[in-house]
């Protein structure tokens, strides 16, 4: 077998909506930032958008129930302390305070109205 230098690039998944990205770290604290400390453990990549070194996108992290990657997209996954996908959400929403399922169920009645 051949080596190369060339590590494979990471790829991160969400496993709920499938949107595929590569990231470029994993963890609390990206790299060549100076006081950025984040919540959870993220898959952060490199904001391609921007010139500036420090300025990072959070693609997602893992749901800290049932370890599945899922995106910050709004419909796969929620922060309430910790991360959670919408599966485990709905799994445990009498757990959530109320103000949380208020929110989410406002979210779905949008959605049932952009769809009719
Ligand atoms: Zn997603
Ligand atoms: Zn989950």
Do not use: W
């Given at each position: 077998?051949?080596?190369?230098?060339?590590?494979?690039?990471?790829?991160?998944?969400?496993?709920?909506?499938?949107?595929?990205?590569?990231?470029?770290?994993?963890?609390?604290?990206?790299?060549?930032?100076?006081?950025?400390?984040?919540l959870e453990e993220c898959f952060v990549t490199k904001d391609p958008f921007s010139p500036d070194k420090e300025k990072f996108l959070v693609l997602g992290s893992t749901c800290s129930l049932c370890s599945k990657c899922v995106c910050v997209g709004s419909d796969c996954s929620l922060?309430?302390?910790?991360?959670?996908?919408?599966?485990?959400?709905?799994?445990?929403?009498?757990?959530?305070?109320?103000?949380?399922r208020a929110e989410l169920a406002k979210k779905k009645q949008n959605s049932k109205a952009a769809v009719s």
């Open positions: 077998m051949e080596q190369t230098n060339e590590s494979p690039q990471k790829t991160f998944t969400c496993q709920l909506c499938g949107l595929c990205s590569p990231f470029t770290y994993y963890g609390q604290k990206p790299p060549n930032t100076r006081a950025i400390v984040l922060f309430y302390t910790k991360r959670f996908c919408m599966s485990c959400v709905n799994k445990h929403l009498d757990q959530f305070p109320r103000q949380i």
